[in-house]
């Protein structure tokens, strides 16, 4: 029933993505739009994943958005060990997105490039708020809830998986999968998807202005023998970081036991 219910939203996705394909090829007027508006573009690349998607993975299960969203709320607590476990993960995801970058173009980097400081509030809500909700909503909500009754660590290593493959970008896997395996943690154990999506905006977020700095050139990486000279200091940084982060999440995670117990814990 968990894995039918996984490929039965995944099958829907796929198919939002398959029917808008065939409406573009079929109304080039309406691809030439999408494609001279970025933000129009990924708006609508984001909005499949939900729309019809979700609606109609209800209507199917015959659930309500209350059963497939865990919406508790965080409380202040929470709310600072989110900040600070994403804080603290972030030097990990540069370092898989630098090594990946060696061998791949950096997607996030490319679409980060079309936005500018006269566009900054366009760019965090493309490319950081509405992600933050969509995905937040389709993979640690509907996917998650699909994921009822497996282990925790195997709905999350499922869960990250997924959202790295549905990238569909050989240079964003990896740390896709590692966020998303993460991302997954934090909605079991608080029991609420405000969790990912304020550590899904907080990470994209950092990134627009990270690409907007690189932009004006405060910080440049000019040559792939820059970045493989920076990856062994770098991967020190992220290992000090990742046991940090270790800690703080072992203190998280006995927190919201003791506040939200889990039975198949």
């Not at 690189?214 to 770098?234: K, L, Y």
């Not at 270790?246 to 919201?256: D, E, G, I, T």
């Amino acid at each position: 029933m968990r894995i039918r219910r996984i490929l039965l939203y995944l099958s829907l996705i796929l198919a939002d993505f398959l029917a808008l394909t065939i409406i573009l090829i079929l109304n080039p007027a309406l691809a030439e739009q999408l494609e001279s508006s970025s933000f129009l573009l990924l708006f609508v690349s984001e909005l499949i994943f939900i729309f019809p998607a979700l609606p109609l993975y209800m209507l199917i299960t015959k659930q309500s958005l209350k059963d497939i969203l865990p919406l508790k709320p965080l409380g202040w607590k929470n709310v600072s060990y989110i900040l600070v476990m994403t804080v603290l993960l972030e030097p990990v995801t540069w370092l898989l997105s630098a090594i990946t970058s060696l061998l791949y173009p950096n997607a996030a980097m490319e679409i980060s490039a079309m936005f500018s400081r006269e566009n900054l509030l366009m760019a965090l809500i493309a490319i950081a708020l509405i992600p933050a909700f969509v995905e937040e909503i389709c993979f640690r909500g509907a996917l998650i809830n699909a994921s009822k009754g497996m282990s925790i660590m195997s709905a999350a290593i499922i869960n990250g998986v997924l959202f790295g493959l549905i990238h569909m970008n050989p240079q964003q896997i990896p740390y896709a999968i590692f966020l998303g395996i993460i991302f997954s943690l934090y909605v079991i154990y608080t029991k609420s998807v405000f969790s990912s999506i304020l550590a899904h905006f907080f990470i994209n977020a950092t990134n627009v202005f990270l690409a907007l700095g690189f932009q004006d050139g405060t910080e440049t990486v000019s040559s792939a023998e820059d970045v493989r000279a920076s990856v062994i200091p770098f991967a020190v940084a992220a290992v000090i970081f990742f046991i940090c982060f270790l800690r703080v999440y072992k203190q998280f995670r006995l927190y919201n036991l003791f506040r939200n117990p889990i039975n198949n814990e």
